[in-house]
């Protein structure tokens, strides 16, 4: 009995290792599930970290180096006036459904995406459009309402992508796109299948078949890729065991950089944090190098405003104000904040904040400000902090891609409200001219360290792990997704 | 007999009608939107606002009680918020995980706990009594999310045998998915069986110093003869009653053990369907877990009942 016990055991790890020899298919590991597959309606990033340039295409892409590329559109022209875009639209182009690709289907997806009833989650990216015309079957020519210096940009989110009218309906649960891989199956609650689009208009995709695979627990994560079952986890959970599979010789460690801001969300409608002495006070107080090796094993860079090194016209803003407790203590003693004043620090369940968190309460201390850690799951942060902005400070990471908007919004969570950032941001997104667009951008990273509305921390790593056999995941996340068009096997 | 069944239908009805009122009120109480959820921080409120009244969310109160109500008595359980499929299309895949995987832990805790029960309660006192006594105190400390872990562990990446997490679906043949169970039905059976077999032990004592048993040895039956024909069977009512109320244990159970392996069944649905505030998800989950397990220890009130003669004869 114990034989054959053994033997069967054996005859499964071989039938095992025998799938692995194929290389042509790929396990990717995600945390989260995705609620569904459509992501023009709805925030979470594993929808895009699925389908994104896998399934879906929009007119303008974004590659692996936050570059705009172009995809559905083999090019296009702008106007002088920075009014009037005129996309060239690739021929012959069909839908997973059959639907042929046109400029017909241009006008289809923008207006959804800007109807009344429009349940996309960016609709703020299509409010700059003020019509669609369709010169010939294979042009588009967008207009403009005023200017935009990131509406190519913007044309490449996951939010943005192309939809077949026969199949946009049914999009959540049976997704229907251009590209180069088309659905298979979702096993929900553990895995998506993806097979390759033997139809694509573009050059075929060396993996045959992709399975995304949703491991939440860390040591599951960790245990799934070491016995195999997972070939590359992207954004791996379980920072803890990195080294683990440093040392391992049949495993690859990548270190990127995502777009996630992570920083201590300051309610600057609530005193004290309505003094700018205070704001500025408690970043003095944090040591963002010591706080990344505690709460990040040491992944993640320092950010000193609302921006990533990684993003175009960066200005490295980290010395605005660095580590001096003492310089924080006379900032609240000026500002009439007494030693032990209590405040409270909301963390939603990300480790970057619950660990955070912990670390910045010590920090604080120090500086004589006490941090009540309130832990809150992901739906009360977004009811009590996001909408009824009832909340001292929180900790949490913006991941949109250049989001400098969110400052000059009418109402926003952190109620940050500056007339003079507002203006500079307009002529920022109404800036033709390349040059002036990248001086602006340095203007408004300024004004945002100047001000410290919030405690600009760290911008969050994109650490993964994968099979050292695998060749051309993406390393940084510069939009949410897991682009494996260029993935294949080395022999 | 009639009576009875009726009296207990009548139960049944009322438990789920105050369930279903408790969980639909506790969920208005919670903080969360599921459209904000859904369309996250980026979202303008026009577009939420869009969403909810997509999703139904903007009806009165009253109005969606009674339309869940009205839909869960002609077996329509609605649209889920998040996934956008049919609650019951969800259920019904995931029943297919939870169930085999509960009845798994069951026959597992079963299987060990009450040999194991029946032999330290013949040798009481002695050194095997100590010994098995002794893994069972252990475990009926081990938390069921840890000894997981201590599973995946040993079986699956020191010895790799079997697989770390997920689930195969049953597509893809029994064994297979079977063999993705066997772990995660260790980790949840074996506390069980621990409290079992001690259960099992104190009732076969108990038994054995009735005067029936010394009466029966009087007759001149060997000990064994009246250890199992006479001890045992008159054991088991305490033992079918907590195995009655394991199962509910097991369904909580399931909740932390599907996380650990990220199983695919009924335990982790309801995780996610609170955290996502997936609200007619979750209030149709506890309706349908509230039902099972009244109707499990409807079940074990009938099979006790069968056990003992007297309450046979009473009925």
């Given at each position: 009995m114990k034989r054959m016990l053994l033997a069967l055991a054996a005859g499964a790890l071989l039938a095992g290792a025998g799938a692995a020899q194929a290389k042509d298919t790929l396990t990717l590991g995600m945390v989260l599930e995705p609620p569904h597959l459509d992501p023009t309606a709805g925030a979470a990033s594993a929808i895009r970290e699925v389908?994104?340039?896998?399934i879906y295409e929009g007119l303008t892409r974004i590659d692996r180096t936050g570059a705009v590329q172009p995809a559905l559109a083999e090019s296009w022209s702008v106007s002088p006036n920075g009014l009037t875009y005129s996309f060239k639209l690739v021929a012959g182009v069909k839908f997973h459904d059959g639907t042929p690709f046109d400029c017909s289907v241009v006008q289809f997806s923008y207006g959804r995406a800007m109807a009344p009833d429009s349940v996309n989650a960016q609709k703020q990216l299509f409010e700059p459009i003020a019509g669609i015309a369709c010169p010939d079957r294979f042009t588009a020519v967008v207009t403009l309402k005023r200017p935009s210096a990131l509406f190519l940009f913007d044309m490449g989110?996951?939010?943005?992508v192309m939809v077949s009218p026969k199949s946009a309906a049914t999009d959540k649960t049976n997704p229907v796109g251009t590209g180069p891989f088309r659905f298979r199956q979702w096993v929900h609650g553990d895995r998506v299948e993806l097979e390759r689009?033997?139809?694509?208009?573009g050059s075929q995709p060396k993996l045959k078949a992709v399975t995304f695979k949703f491991v939440s627990d860390p040591s599951a994560a960790t245990a799934a890729v070491l016995a195999g079952?997972?070939?590359?986890?992207?954004?791996?959970?379980?920072?803890?065991a990195i080294d683990q599979f440093r040392a391992d010789k049949r495993f690859a460690v990548h270190v990127g950089t995502t777009e996630g801001k992570t920083i201590v969300a300051?309610?600057?409608?609530r005193k004290p944090f309505d003094d700018i002495r205070v704001r500025r006070a408690l970043t003095y107080a944090i040591d963002r190098t010591q706080l990344i090796e505690a709460a990040q094993s040491g992944f993640g860079k320092p950010i000193?405003?609302?921006?990533?090194?990684?993003?175009?016209?960066?200005?490295?803003?980290?010395?605005?104000?660095?580590?001096?407790p003492a310089k924080a203590k006379a900032l609240l003693a000026e500002a009439g904040v007494k030693p032990g004043t209590e405040i409270t620090l909301m963390l939603p369940p990300p480790p970057y904040a619950r660990r955070g968190g912990e670390v910045i309460a010590a920090m604080w201390e120090q500086v004589g400000i006490r941090a009540k850690l309130v832990p809150i799951e992901w739906a009360q942060w977004l009811d009590?902090?996001?909408?009824?902005?009832?909340?001292d400070a929180t900790i949490i990471s913006?991941?949109?891609?250049?989001?400098?908007d969110i400052y000059a919004?009418?109402?926003?969570?952190?109620?940050y409200h500056s007339d003079a950032y507002r203006a500079l941001y307009q002529t920022y997104v109404q800036a033709v001219d390349p040059k002036a667009q990248t001086d602006l951008i340095g203007a408004l990273q300024k004004k945002l360290a100047e001000d410290e509305p919030n405690v600009f921390l760290f911008a969050l790593a994109a650490v993964g792990v994968a099979d050292?056999?695998?060749?051309?995941?993406?390393?940084?996340q510069p939009i949410p997704?897991?682009?494996?068009?260029g993935v294949s096997w080395a022999e | 007999m009639t009576g009875f069944l009726l009296r207990r239908l009548l139960i049944l009805l009322a438990t789920l009608i105050a369930a279903s009122l408790v969980v639909f009120a506790v969920l208005q109480v919670l903080p969360g939107d599921p459209a904000a959820i859904m369309l996250?921080?980026?979202?303008r409120p026009d577009t939420v606002a869009a969403l909810r009244h997509r999703l139904g969310l903007d009806a009165p109160l009253a109005l969606r009680y009674l339309r869940w109500i009205a839909g869960l008595a002609t077996g329509d359980f609605g649209i889920s918020y998040?996934?956008?499929?049919?609650v019951r299309t969800l259920i019904g895949e995931r029943v297919l995980v939870s169930l085999p995987l509960a009845v798994l832990a069951i026959v597992l805790s079963t299987a060990i706990a009450i040999p194991v029960g029946v032999l330290a309660a013949a040798r009481r006192g002695r050194a095997a009594d100590a010994a098995m006594m002794g893994v069972a105190q252990v475990g009926v400390a081990i938390p069921n999310f840890w000894l997981g872990l201590l599973l995946i562990l040993l079986f699956?990446?020191?010895?790799?045998?079997?697989?770390?997490s997920g689930f195969p679906g049953w597509d893809g043949g029994a064994w297979p998915a079977l063999r993705a169970l066997i772990l995660p039905a260790l980790a949840l059976g074996l506390p069980q069986g621990a409290i079992l077999a001690r259960v099992t032990r104190a009732a076969v004592i108990e038994t054995l110093g009735e005067d029936f048993v010394r009466t029966a040895r009087a007759w001149g039956l060997s000990r064994r003869a009246a250890l199992w024909r006479h001890a045992v069977p008159n054991a088991l009512v305490p033992v079918v009653t907590l195995i009655g109320l394991q199962f509910s244990f097991l369904l909580a159970g399931t909740v932390i053990v599907e996380n650990v392996f990220t199983l695919p069944g009924l335990g982790r649905l309801v995780f996610q369907a609170i955290a996502q505030r997936d609200l007619i998800v979750v209030q149709d989950l506890v309706v349908l877990l509230a039902g099972s397990v009244i109707a499990v220890n409807f079940v074990v009130d009938l099979v006790a009942a069968w056990l003992d003669p007297r309450q046979r004869l009473a009925a």
């Open positions: 389908t994104y340039a896998n989110w996951g939010d943005a689009n033997p139809d694509y208009w079952d997972i070939d590359a986890f992207p954004l791996f959970p379980a920072p803890e300051l309610n600057n409608a000193g405003s609302h921006y990533v090194p990684t993003d175009p016209g960066y200005v490295d803003l980290t010395g605005t104000y660095p580590y001096d009590q902090v996001f909408k009824r902005t009832d909340y913006h991941t949109e891609a250049r989001d400098l919004r009418d109402k926003y969570y952190f109620n050292a056999r695998l060749r051309g995941l993406w390393e940084n997704a897991n682009d494996v068009t | 996250g921080t980026g979202a998040t996934y956008s499929v049919p699956a990446i020191r010895l790799p045998w079997l697989p770390a």
